[in-house]
């Protein structure tokens, strides 16, 4: 599955910016992929989404627990992405 571009803009109906970090692994179903998004003004989120091949998917990401552990390794590998997940799990 080819890398997607990083960064890369994003538009919201409330705010843009770029992606500035991604996660990502690819399973048999979907990629389910987390997301460093740093708006305009400098505030930061995390975007927990899927793609399908190159289509960004408009579902919650589901991801199973065979999988856990392969996203786990590409997160330690996103400094920003895992500081705020760090602060989310405590």
């Not at 109906?13 to 708006?39: C, D, K, N």
Request: hydrophobic share 40%.
């Amino acid at each position: 599955m080819p890398k997607r571009r990083v960064p890369r803009p994003f538009n919201l109906h409330w705010g843009r910016g770029i992606v500035a970090e991604e996660a990502s692994v690819a399973t048999p179903y979907h990629e389910p992929t987390i997301q460093l998004l740093v708006f305009d003004d400098g505030a930061r989120s995390l975007r927990f989404c899927a793609y399908h091949g190159r289509s960004f998917g408009r579902m919650p990401l589901i991801v199973s627990e065979e999988h856990i552990e392969a996203l786990a390794m590409e997160v330690r590998k996103r400094p920003e992405i895992r500081e705020l997940l760090r602060k989310l799990v405590g």
